[in-house]
Each structure stands twice: as structure tokens, then as C-alpha cells.
Nanobody, 125 residues
Framework: QVQLVESGGGLVQAGGSLRLSCAAS????????LGWFRQAPGKEREFVAA????????YYKDSVKGRFTISRDNAKNTVYLQMNSLKPDDSAVYYC??????????????????WGQGTQVTVSS
């Protein structure tokens, strides 16, 4: 069982930056693929970024490429999402998620086994 706790959300002006953190419990953090997803009011939850457990390969939603960076620190059992050049459309509740196994379909929400409670990000124009 893995427990995930997000932090770092808040209110920021357009063009600003935030860094989200997701701390995980459990001794096998390094063997998990980790993802960030977000859900805006009235919309489906969507993939934002992911990092694989092998080789730390990274994957991004097209609209955040070049602005967001996902990274992990296995020694701290933490995954990060650095968000720069934020836009009002980035406003959402951001969730981290974890799954084991190969990185196939890493963008699919349904393939993740563990989820955090979410952290609110609001970008004002």
C-alpha cells in the first residue's frame, strides 16, 4: 500500500511559478511510475506529466511541454512538478498517482493504483 500526500498548491498570477510536491510512504518508491493529473471544475481529470521508474523517462501533456518539469527524489520518496509560465487554463486540482510495472500506457489514469488527495492550483489573469 502506498500513501501519497501532495503539497505546494496555491494562488499565483499568470506567468508565475509553483512547485508541487508529492510525498509517498513505503520502502519501494523507486520501483513506481509516478504521474501528475489535474481536474478543473466541470471537466474530466486529465494527464499532465509522468516519470517512469526505469531510466526516469518523462512524459508530458502537449500543452505543458517546455513549461512543466516532473522529477523524483527516491531518497526522499518524493515526486515534484515544477510549473513555470503558468496560465489561467492551468487552474485545477492537481493529483499525484503511482503504479508499478512497465511504463506502458503511462498517460492513462485507469492504469494507476494509488492517488493522493489533490492540491488546488489557481492561476489568476
Amino acid at each position: 500500500q502506498v500513501q501519497l500526500v501532495e503539497s505546494g498548491g496555491g494562488l499565483v498570477q499568470a506567468g508565475g511559478s509553483l512547485r508541487l510536491s508529492c510525498a509517498a510512504s513505503g520502502p519501494t518508491f523507486s520501483s513506481y511510475n509516478l504521474g501528475w493529473f489535474r481536474q478543473a471544475p466541470g471537466k474530466e481529470r486529465e494527464f499532465v506529466a509522468a516519470i517512469s521508474w526505469i531510466a526516469d523517462n518523462t512524459y508530458y501533456k502537449d500543452s505543458v511541454k517546455g513549461r512543466f518539469t516532473i522529477s523524483r527524489d527516491n531518497a526522499k520518496n518524493t515526486v515534484y512538478l515544477q510549473m513555470n509560465s503558468l496560465k489561467p487554463d492551468d487552474s485545477a486540482v492537481y493529483y499525484c498517482a503511482a503504479r508499478r510495472g512497465p511504463a506502458n500506457a503511462i498517460r492513462l489514469e485507469s492504469t494507476y493504483d494509488y492517488w493522493g488527495q489533490g492540491t488546488q492550483v489557481t492561476v489568476s489573469s
